[in-house]
Structure formats: structure tokens, C-alpha cells
Antibody, heavy 121, light 108 residues
Framework: EVQLVESGGGLVQPGGSLKLSCAAS????????MSWVRQAPGKGLEWVAN????????YYVDSVKGRFTISRDNSKNSLYLQMNSLRVEDTAVYSC??????????????WGQGALVTVSS | EIVMTQSPATLSVSPGERVTLSCRAS??????LAWYQQKPGQPPRLFIY???ARATGIPARFSGSGSGTEFTLTISSLQSEDFAVYYC???????????FGQGTKLEI
């Protein structure tokens, strides 16, 4: 059974930093692109960043470029999101997702339950 | 960036009704369009991919259509378990990214 379990969320002041982790199990982690998707309270879904299987390619939504860094450790079946210079508008539930559902890149079948990040003074 | 626009934002409907949700892309995404259902407190669930193919376990009352920039999700006869938020998502310019619509909420 595929499982994605996020951790590391919490309350942080504007300008602060936080690092999210995602522990993956039930599939060959090193074979899949992985992404972070966020959802602000009461709002829709927003893709944040993704990373290729070997970590050689990384992409970000414009609003987080230069502030967030996605990474992975295939030996630990783990995905990470380092978030710096956090803003109030970054407040959201951040979910780890596995790309490549049904062999279709960009389609998502598996999501974690998410980690809540609250940026507030 | 491809912008996805869904309409309406909220749809008040009754069980048994036929409903059509719309999704428009700011530029062509071919048929690389997916629909997801999300219920409160749960992650989204894939319902439709390739604009019209139902994912595993999705009832036949759900159907998707469209190509290019205009897409629809139709529910032929609403059941109580269908009340949720539906998101469309384009994956035509993946990598690097994919984008979601803002969602349509089906409410009683």
C-alpha cells in the first residue's frame, strides 16, 4: 500500500523558516517524480514544486522561487521542502504527492494527508 | 503559465439531478486534463484523466469530455456521496508544472 506521511509543519513567524519531510513507503520511491502541492485554508490546490527521480531537475511555482528548496533522499525514501523567508500567504496544508499515476506524468493518484504550515506573528 | 478557470464556483443541486461542471484553459492542453474530487478533510481523488477516461472504481455516472481549451465533467444522476468539490487540472506542460482550477463546489 502506498503511503505518504508528512511531518514538520507548525506555526512560524513571517520571515522564518521551516522544513517539511515526507516519508514514502509501499512503492519504489526512486522511480517517481515527486511534488509538493499546497492548499490554503478554504482555498483551492496549488502545485508548489517537483523533483525528478534522481534529483537532477527541480521546478518551482514562481511565488516560491528563491525561497523554497525541494530535495529528496532516495536511500531514506524521503522527500523534503525547505521553506525560507516565509510569508503570511504561504499559510496552507502542504501535501506530498507522487506523480505518474497510471504511467501519466503529471497525474496524481497518491497524496499524503498533509502538514499544516501557519505563518503568523 | 496555463490558467485553468472553472465555472460555476458553487452549484446548488438536488440528488437525482444531472449536472455539468465546466473547465476552461487559457491555452490548449490537448486532452491532458484530469478531474479530482475532494471531500472535507480528505486529499483529492482522481476521477477522470485524459479528459474522458474514468479512473479505477469511478462510477459510470461520471463522464468527462472536451479537448483543447474547453472541458466538462457531467454527473448523470447525483448521489448523496457526490457532494464535494471538483477540481480540474491540466498536465500538458508537465514537466515542469501542472495547474489546477479553483474548484467547483456541489452543495445541496
Amino acid at each position: 500500500e502506498v503511503q505518504l506521511v508528512e511531518s514538520g509543519g507548525g506555526l512560524v513567524q513571517p520571515g522564518g523558516s521551516l522544513k517539511l519531510s515526507c516519508a514514502a513507503s509501499g512503492f519504489t520511491f526512486s522511480s517517481y517524480w515527486m511534488s509538493w502541492v499546497r492548499q490554503a485554508p478554504g482555498k483551492g490546490l496549488e502545485w508548489v514544486a517537483n523533483i525528478k527521480q534522481d534529483g537532477s531537475e527541480k521546478y518551482y511555482v514562481d511565488s516560491v522561487k528563491g525561497r523554497f528548496t525541494i530535495s529528496r533522499d532516495n536511500s531514506k525514501n524521503s522527500l523534503y521542502l525547505q521553506m525560507n523567508s516565509l510569508r503570511v500567504e504561504d499559510t496552507a496544508v502542504y501535501s506530498c504527492v507522487r506523480d505518474g499515476c497510471l504511467g501519466l506524468q503529471g497525474v496524481v493518484c497518491y497524496w499524503g494527508q498533509g502538514a499544516l504550515v501557519t505563518v503568523s506573528s | 503559465e496555463i490558467v485553468m478557470t472553472q465555472s460555476p464556483a458553487t452549484l446548488s443541486v438536488s440528488p437525482g439531478e444531472r449536472v455539468t461542471l465546466s473547465c476552461r484553459a487559457s491555452q490548449s492542453v490537448s486532452t491532458k486534463l484530469a478531474w479530482y474530487q475532494q471531500k472535507p478533510g480528505q486529499p483529492p481523488r482522481l476521477f477522470i484523466y485524459g479528459a474522458s477516461a474514468r479512473a479505477t472504481g469511478i462510477p459510470a455516472r461520471f463522464s468527462g469530455s472536451g479537448s483543447g481549451t474547453e472541458f466538462t465533467l457531467t454527473i448523470s444522476s447525483l448521489q448523496s456521496e457526490d457532494f464535494a468539490v471538483y477540481y480540474c487540472q491540466q498536465y500538458n506542460n508537465w514537466p515542469p508544472m501542472y495547474t489546477f482550477g479553483q474548484g467547483t463546489k456541489l452543495e445541496i
